[in-house]
């Protein structure tokens, strides 16, 4: 059964940093275009980053861009989110799923089951 595992997440000060992960089981990520959205309180689940396979790029939403950091480890089928100058807007669920496109996930995205960052402050 395929599954995505987030971990990572955690409290933190606006400045701070966090590193959040995506284990995936039963599916090999490399093959996959890989991201994260999130969902703030109250909010509609946005897309954050995605790396997409078939050209190595990445999309950043410009609320992150400079910030966040995707990276892929194919050795341990794990995707990172790498979270710097946390800001209190950036309290939501994230959660890592496939085939993602830009700011988009498709009616084929499995999801994980999120991490939360609470509240920022």
């Known amino acids: 059964q395929v599954q995505l595992v987030e971990s990572g997440g955690g409290l933190v000060q606006p400045g701070g940093s966090l590193r959040l992960s995506c284990t995936a089981s039963?599916?090999?990520?490399?093959?996959?275009?890989i991201g994260w959205f999130r969902q703030g309180p109250g909010k509609a689940r946005e897309g954050v980053s995605c790396?997409?396979?078939?050209?190595?790029?990445?999309y950043y939403a410009d609320s992150v861009k400079g910030r966040f950091t995707l990276s892929r480890d194919k050795a341990k089928n794990t995707v990172y989110l790498q979270m710097n100058r946390l800001k209190p807007e950036d309290t939501a669920v994230y959660y890592c799923?496939?085939?993602?496109?830009?700011?988009?996930?498709?009616?084929?995205?499995?999801w994980g089951q999120g991490t939360q960052v609470p509240k920022v402050s």
């Open positions: 799923a496939t085939d993602c496109s830009g700011g988009y996930f498709s009616t084929y995205s499995r």
């Open positions: 039963e599916l090999t990520l490399d093959y996959y275009a």
């Open positions: 790396s997409h396979s078939s050209d190595g790029s990445t």
